[in-house]
DNA sequence: ACAAGTACTTACCCTAAAGTATGTATTATG
DNA sequence: CATAATACATACTTTAGGGTAAGTACTTGT
């Protein structure tokens, strides 16, 4: 992870929008290119951390498992590793996570309606 | 022979996303920094593009106008100038605007769930 | 001996998004 | 005549995010 610059302007305005905006609170947890995707495979169930990569083929390793610790860090997913050999990591949504899934229903069933027209008038 | 350079991965990676993923496609809308907040000032009624700029004092111009003329281009919000000096612009939402209020208010509901620790156990 | 599978890690590069600063047109008003 | 107000526009710089490529540790199978 690259190191962040506390005295720019734009981190200034990130804990601006933090305090004042929840939609920001949100898009800070959830605005990374490949979590919703993520997200998104994960609400089928527990997924291993090999299975997300071929869910997800063109993701790289780095920004899937960037992605995944720093849902790990906001406390949307839990990683559950077992000490053997090779490696059996599982990945799961925490109740946090769970609980974005009403929103990510609420983007997709906005996205349907534009792609049928509803929204042409 | 030179080598012809291809598209890159990023773009590829965004088209797969675009029609794999509904919820990439609605970040692509409201993805955008200071949307969501543009969005949310909107959504309690019309306003003039100087008050938009008194009610997020945050924000620089040029991102103000860049991010309405971008949503004004992806149809969610519309613009309409009388012709008088000094000039006077007023944006609304759209149909398709109004759409995503229940994504914002999904949002919403989640972060002060979040900020309420409703989901730590 | 060595390749294969799993779950990462790390160093470096490139681009798109965001920020800074300044300029534009028009007219009313002091 | 100069300033204020409004709604932008534009050249330039910075920053954060994402991508590439390569390496690590450990064990089982051939």
Redesign the interface.
């Known amino acids: 992870m690259t190191a962040i610059k506390e005295s720019s302007t734009i981190q200034?305005?990130k804990q601006?929008?933090l305090e004042?905006?929840?939609?920001?609170?949100?898009?800070e947890k959830i605005?990374g290119?490949w979590k919703?995707?993520i997200l998104?495979h994960l609400s089928t169930g527990d997924k291993r951390y090999s299975e997300l990569k071929r869910a997800i083929p063109?993701?790289t390793e780095k920004m899937l498992i960037q992605h995944l610790k720093q849902l790990e860090a906001d406390?949307l997913v839990i990683r559950e590793a077992k000490p053997v050999v090779p490696p059996f990591v599982t990945y799961k949504l925490?109740?946090?996570g769970t609980?974005?899934l009403?929103?990510?229903d609420?983007?997709?069933?906005?996205?349907?309606?534009?792609?049928d027209g509803?929204?042409n008038?």
């Open positions: 200034e305005n601006y929008a004042k905006c929840p939609v920001t609170f949100v898009m605005g290119y919703p995707i998104y063109a993701v406390g925490s109740s946090a609980g974005l009403p929103v990510i609420a983007m997709a069933s906005w996205a349907f309606k534009m792609k509803v929204y008038m």
